[in-house]
């Protein structure tokens, strides 16, 4: 049966994390800006993409839309007592290492089915600048296979946290715009996924342009 909302123990868990941690690491030492959080529906279906620059991104994002958000992580760490209970209560969800997109997807559509916001970056990995490069269909193909909106997101100045030659984070002013949502593609034929990608790649970047 699906739901339209996370668990009640891992919403209760985020809001402690997110407001004795990720906010005031945001706000107080990133100096962090968020605009457009009014665009994200709080119950139901939603697929979030974004851009992908820092291993930061996905607590900072979550944190902002004032929602979990469900992310994939390694199979190895789901054999971690402790840690497996722990990420499972944050919405994450297992996928083998150099599995196939195909299986990783398919694990995205049963959070999805859980009630779970859940995070798909698009361009599948991190890139130097922050910007989108060369976006993946597979959040398209998760849209139209679940009939969920896409949520996309731009998270700015990520890439600077790290610096070359440092092992502390660094302090730079990070800035998160939520965009206006999109319907998920009417079918998941090749150019009605790659004309969503698109739209959601052309979002973010115009809201990446926007600097600070």
Not at 12 to 17: A, I, K, Q, S, T
Not at 181 to 193: F, G, N, Q, T
């Amino acid at each position: 049966m699906s739901r339209d909302r996370e668990p009640p123990l891992s919403l209760l868990l985020y809001r402690l994390f997110k407001w004795s941690v990720v906010s005031p690491v945001l706000h107080l030492y990133f100096r962090g800006h968020i605009y457009g959080a009014h665009n994200v529906p709080k119950r139901g279906r939603l697929l979030v993409v974004s851009n992908h620059a820092s291993d930061f991104d996905p607590p900072l994002l979550s944190c902002c839309v004032g929602r979990p958000v469900a992310y994939m992580a390694k199979e190895e760490l789901f054999r971690v007592p402790v840690l497996k209970q722990a990420i499972q209560v944050y919405g994450a969800y297992p996928v083998k290492r150099g599995a196939a997109d195909r299986s990783a997807m398919k694990a995205a559509m049963a959070s999805i089915s859980s009630g779970w916001a859940t995070g798909v970056f698009l361009d599948g990995t991190r890139t130097s600048d922050g910007r989108i490069h060369e976006p993946k269909l597979g959040a398209a193909w998760i849209a139209a296979k679940t009939q969920s909106p896409l949520l996309p997101v731009s998270l700015w100045g990520t890439h600077q946290i790290f610096q070359k030659g440092t092992a502390m984070p660094h302090p730079v002013p990070i800035t998160v715009r939520i965009g206006e949502l999109i319907l998920p593609p009417p079918s998941s034929d090749r150019s009605s996924l790659a004309a969503i990608t698109q739209q959601c790649a052309d979002q973010i970047n115009a809201l990446h342009d926007l600097g600070r």
